[in-house]
């Protein structure tokens, strides 16, 4: 009965991330570099918060957007944060995660051979929900641009058919973000085109040195911000998306998010309110911890001679390893192998990323030491 299943979704594969992740599983004492998942706990006020209203019988449907109390801790924060401004009754919609988000998103935007614009090497959650939505992914080689997507590598790909360009900033897997000029260099290339700008904004909390800045701040009509508290909460099983749009564009989306999940889990919904408000600031400590983590990472790959490109976002770096002339794939299984340290191939974020590999120092710093030595030693046996 395969043959009855829809040919959008076979022609789709799993993730290459989650992919090498299982197939290493097996190997003994490796130490994994592999997930971007956050190694803090949910802070505990926050899980204290989740529990009291399983207690107090919040378990029930709640609104489609969400509590109306969750939507305006979301605008207070993005206010707060980054000073944009959206309406709780209409502009925001909190969502099963920011993929779910994301999945709307290209569900109500996109109809049959619209083209979507990645900066790669890119996050792979993105294709295959384009070409779901019946879009088509039209990849920008930034490798040569520091990892950016910028307005003069992004303007010979605009046409007729380009419906979004996404914007995952900062970036997984490269941890880079874009400045406050390049932004508004992009805002002013697309202004008053039918375009939309998909603004992935999940890492906008762990940016280094500086504010997040986001490109709704100069393209607002025009712009539909993800969010979450995934990365900034170290909720990742908690699921909680946040969906930022324009009125006019925002009621279509929660059509699709309505029919798709009826609402977010109101539990999960209660403790993002206490994330959101008394939780503002526990990203800090958090952020702290990956700049410290990132500062001894990058000069340990640094002083073992990657060329690698110095982020600041997220907490990923993604090295260089073309000069071993190995297939990032076959680079990173003896690796496995021969070190016991798992890193993600490059080749899991588009064909750009082949020669690349991407290691997340979202760890202790117990293990990233241990993990810098075993590369090291696997180095000096090449």
């Keep these: 009965m395969e043959h009855l299943v829809n040919s959008r979704v076979k022609q789709i594969e799993l993730s290459g991330i989650r992919k090498f992740f299982n197939m290493v599983a097996d190997y003994d004492n490796v130490i994994s570099l592999t997930i ?125 058919k380009t419906r979004c360009i996404v914007l995952p900033y900062p970036s997984n897997p490269t941890g880079v973000t874009l400045e406050e000029d390049e932004l508004k260099e992009i805002a002013e290339l697309v202004r008053d085109k039918n375009i939309f700008i998909l603004s992935d904004e999940i890492y906008s909390e762990l940016v280094y040195g500086k504010h997040h800045q986001s490109i709704a701040t100069y393209l607002r009509d025009q712009t539909i911000v993800i969010n979450g508290l995934s990365k900034s909460h170290s909720m990742t099983g908690w699921r909680v998306g946040l969906l930022f749009a324009p009125q006019a564009v925002s009621q279509h989306l929660l059509k699709v998010h309505q029919y798709n999940v009826s609402c977010a889990s109101s539990i999960s919904q209660k403790a993002a309110i206490e994330a959101l408000t008394s939780g503002i600031d526990d990203a ?83 293990q990233l030491i241990e993990a810098m030595d075993r590369i090291e030693n696997f180095l000096n046996t090449k």
């Design 284 to 366: 800090i400590p958090m952020k702290h911890a990956y700049e410290e983590r990132l500062e001894y990472v990058y000069n340990r790959l640094v002083k073992m001679g990657f060329d690698v490109v110095k982020p600041n976002g997220a907490f990923y770096l993604f090295p260089s390893i073309k000069k071993f002339n190995q297939t990032s794939f076959d680079f990173a299984l003896s690796l496995v192998r021969d070190a016991g340290v798992a890193l993600v191939p490059g080749s899991a974020f588009s064909e750009f990323g082949e020669g690349y590999v991407r290691l997340s120092y979202a760890y202790s710093m117990n």
């Design 36 to 160: 971007g998942q956050p190694d803090f706990e949910t802070p505990q006020h926050v899980k204290v918060s989740g529990i009291e209203a399983i207690q107090q019988n919040y378990t029930t449907y709640t609104h489609n957007a969400g509590f109306l109390e969750l939507r305006e801790a979301a605008c207070q924060f993005l206010k707060r944060k980054y000073g944009l401004t959206y309406s709780p009754e209409n502009e925001v919609i909190v969502t099963v995660g920011a993929s779910q988000a994301i999945d709307c998103t290209f569900r109500t935007l996109l109809e049959e051979g619209c083209e979507v614009i990645l900066p790669s090497p890119v996050y792979p959650g993105y294709e295959p929900l384009i070409k779901l939505a019946g879009g088509k992914p039209i990849y920008v080689d930034t490798t040569h641009n520091q990892f950016k997507l910028t307005a003069d590598l992004l303007a010979p790909y605009l046409n007729e």
